[in-house]
């Protein structure tokens, strides 16, 4: 069976997505299957949880800088994973620049594609 990513807007997580316009739109150019849409899931993943790590434990914990610096790493990869798409996808364009609206559209990015990555790692054969 062949998984598109229409059966991931059609699931039942996707109710649980924030900007399900935005993200269509960037998924529009780049294959599922891809090493960009791995690569992009996997930061964003990454970063969420790193994010949802700092938010429950504050920021007095051990490692804190460290774990900020990551977040800040994984979320610089997904822009720049994806830059190559700009020419064609006018969103992905204004989620690269530094206004506060962008800033929420790739903090809303970086959580939808998490939701996806761990949807796509369900649907993988065990």
Do not use: C
């Not at 998924?27 to 791995?38: F, Q, V």
């Not at 800040?72 to 190559?84: A, G, K, M, W």
């Amino acid at each position: 069976m062949t998984v598109t990513l229409e059966d991931f807007f059609t699931s039942p997580g996707a109710k649980h997505l924030k900007d399900k316009d935005l993200l269509r739109s960037i998924l529009g150019d780049i294959p599922l299957g891809s090493t960009d849409l791995y690569d992009l899931t996997f930061h964003a993943a990454f970063a969420k949880r790193i994010f949802d790590i700092m938010k429950r434990e504050g920021a007095n914990i051990q490692g804190a800088e460290r774990m900020q610096q990551s977040f800040r790493d994984s979320v610089e990869n997904v822009r720049t994973i994806l830059v190559p798409y700009e020419a064609r996808n006018l969103s992905t364009t204004k989620l690269n620049s530094s206004t506060p609206e962008a800033r929420a559209m790739l903090s809303h990015l970086v959580g939808d594609l998490a939701l996806l990555k761990n949807w796509l790692l369900r649907q993988e054969p065990g």
